[in-house]
């Protein structure tokens, strides 16, 4: 009773604060409308509850799904995560309400509340609050299903796709730094989320697991990743949304945000204190239990250091950043894409073109990051040369030259989704461990193996010819799903090929992916159509400005890639063909690996 009781407290005080903290940040602003005393308090006490239970699902989802070993202390976990869920759906039900209300000046419970209610949710802050909302009341759905490793990932997952679409109504942080802004909002809320939710969990929890060795040694390596992407993610947020530096002296906004990096150096202390008791071991000796002991107390004063920055967190989520008063970018190109014209493309600007995206980093570290795990297998070097190839080339694409003139030529858009499937996802895919589900699937099946790896190529070009491309130009979401699905698309079609059995098998499945792709580039140097004309036909450029024959080079380069790639599938198969034979022949001996 009495843990329920300081519980209840703390929320108590940190609903406190979240509102004065808002209404700190929020000052005399001209964004926001007066909804009214409702809203003004309700809306910083929505999104902290939101928050704090969507943590708690993620993170409880991820050590259930990947740290914890008993049965029993998974089912409590997932029970929950289930609770976490549940909170997190009527959370933001209600940070829906207030959001309206402050959007549109009506206050809650008024005659009009409500009237323009589908005007809202037809808006991109509207869309994204309503799926935020229903993937939560589906992760609720999951979490009551079952308590095995699979539905916790699932879980997770979800959760995961919450905080994507948490991240998608965030503030814009000015004009050009809008795609920034919403990336390392992604970051920073998968990281908050595991880290918090998951020491929650595990001090809720019998001590046979929350100080199991094992289960807090891979813990503690999580919230390290954590803590660094919170830095990171963090300090790149912040400054985006400041006009000068001279906010941090002005802004109310922006010394919330500075509080927090306070509170995350001080929570890198305990970190360290927490790792030296861990390194000391939780034994039955008297050391041990001193060790276990400390470790829980500096637990709760984490939780309690991470709970009041996810206070202050929830405030600046209810007041407008200084950023937003920022002027966009002028001209055609500055209205459509956010960013100003970037200059006619020669060999020195085209080697110095740099836009970093947070989210392409963080994909490349997470992935190596997993491939060197402390409780890993040993990694064949060869492989790990690939992997980390492949997140170099995966950076490069997404924060280089291709990133920068993608926006305004149709070329360098084509350009970067082929070699992020051909060049970043073959890389990656040939690196990693055959699923064995997926080798006993296609190991004798060369038709099925041959779709499977034609498959990536067919959807990508898919997504071009149809309106797809159209948003994925025009909103960020949209964007990373078109990114994904050319990098997880090369690395699926490289395991297909891998899968099947006998160099002739895997020729054959090799050819499909290389015929679509010399096809594609064959259509693009002769058809008459321009791929989102509305956009590549509209941006202003007074270089280049022929953007149907800036596609048929587009078509060329599609047509270099699939030969270069071609050429390298022969030398590989032609080469490993022995080894490969012999990895295939015996699926079981790669299954323990594939499955650890």
């Known amino acids: 009773m009495s843990a329920i009781v300081l519980v209840l407290v703390t929320m108590l005080v940190l609903a406190l604060i979240s509102v004065l903290a808002a209404d700190a940040a929020g000052g005399d602003n001209l964004v926001l409308r007066d909804a009214g005393a409702l809203a003004r308090v309700g809306g910083p006490i929505a999104s902290m509850i939101a928050d704090l239970a969507a943590a708690l699902t993620l993170g409880g989802a991820v050590v259930s799904g990947w740290l914890l070993r008993e049965q029993a202390d998974r089912a409590r976990a997932m029970t929950l995560v289930g609770i976490g869920a549940a909170i997190t759906t009527l959370a933001r039900g209600a940070s829906l309400a207030f959001s309206y209300a402050v959007a549109t000046g009506q206050s809650v419970g008024s005659a009009r509340f409500g009237s323009d209610l589908s005007v809202f949710l037809a808006t991109d802050l509207g869309i994204w609050l309503v799926t935020a909302v229903v993937i939560a009341a ?72 929350r100080d199991d060795a094992a289960v807090v040694r891979g813990y503690s390596h999580l919230a390290l990743i954590c803590w660094i992407a919170l830095a990171g993610s963090g300090v790149w947020a912040l400054a985006v949304r400041m006009n000068s530096l001279s906010d941090i002296l002005t802004s109310a906004y922006v010394q919330l945000g500075v509080a927090k990096a306070v509170l ?186 041959a779709l499977v790896a034609a498959a990536p190529v067919a959807l990508l070009g898919a997504a071009y010819a149809g309106p797809f491309l159209r948003s994925a130009l025009d909103g960020h979401a949209a964007h990373l799903a078109l990114q994904m699905l050319a990098l997880c698309g090369g690395v699926l079609m490289t395991l297909a090929v891998r899968c099947a059995s006998g160099t ?27 791929l ?52 295939t022949a015996k699926p079981a001996a790669v299954a323990p690996t594939a499955t650890r």
């Not at 919403?182 to 918090?196: D, E, K, P, Q």
């Not at 998951?198 to 019998?206: D, E, K």
């Not at 002739?504 to 259509?523: C, D, E, F, Y």
């Open 138 to 209: 589906a992760a609720t759905t999951i979490a009551v299903t079952g308590t095995s490793r699979g539905t916790a990932r699932t879980v997770a997952i979800a959760a995961g796709l919450v905080a994507f679409s948490s991240a998608m109504t965030g503030h814009a942080g000015g004009g050009e730094n809008h795609e920034v802004a919403t990336s390392t909002m992604l970051v920073h809320l998968l990281a908050v989320g595991i880290w918090l939710g998951g020491l929650a969990v595990l001090q809720l929890l019998p001590s046979t697991s």
């Open 264 to 449: 995350l150096i001080v929570l890198a202390m305990f970190g360290v204190l927490q790792r030296r008791q861990v390194a000391t071991g939780f034994g039955s000796s008297a050391a041990g239990q001193q060790a276990a002991g400390t470790y829980r107390r500096l637990a709760v004063l984490e939780l309690a250091l991470m709970g009041l920055a996810v206070a202050l967190a929830a405030a600046m989520s209810s007041s407008p950043p200084p950023a937003d008063a920022g002027t966009p970018p002028a001209g055609p190109a500055g209205v459509l894409t956010g960013y100003p014209l970037p200059s006619a493309p020669d060999l020195w600007t085209v080697l110095t073109a740099w836009r970093p995206d947070p989210f392409g980093m963080m994909l490349a570290c997470v992935m190596l990051l997993v491939w060197w795990r402390p409780r890993g297998p040993r990694r064949d070097r060869a492989r790990s040369i690939r992997l980390v190839l492949g997140g170099v080339v995966l950076v490069l694409l997404t924060s280089g030259p291709l990133n920068v003139y993608g926006k305004v030529l149709v070329s360098a858009h084509l350009l970067q989704h082929v070699l992020l499937l051909a060049g970043a996802g073959v890389l990656i895919g040939s690196a990693v461990t055959v699923p064995s589900l997926l080798q006993r699937l296609l190991a004798t099946r060369t038709w099925l193996a």
């Open 504 to 530: 002739r098998r895997r020729t054959l499945a090799a050819t499909a992916p290389l015929v679509l792709g010399l096809a594609a580039g064959i259509l693009l140097i002769s058809t008459d159509l321009l």
């Open 532 to 583: 989102a004309a509305s956009w590549f036909g509209a941006t202003g450029r007074t270089w280049l400005p022929d953007a149907l024959a800036d596609q048929q080079r587009g078509g060329i380069g599609v047509l270099v890639v699939s030969v270069l790639t071609g050429l390298g599938a022969a030398l590989a198969l032609r080469g490993r063909g022995t080894a490969a034979d012999d990895h």
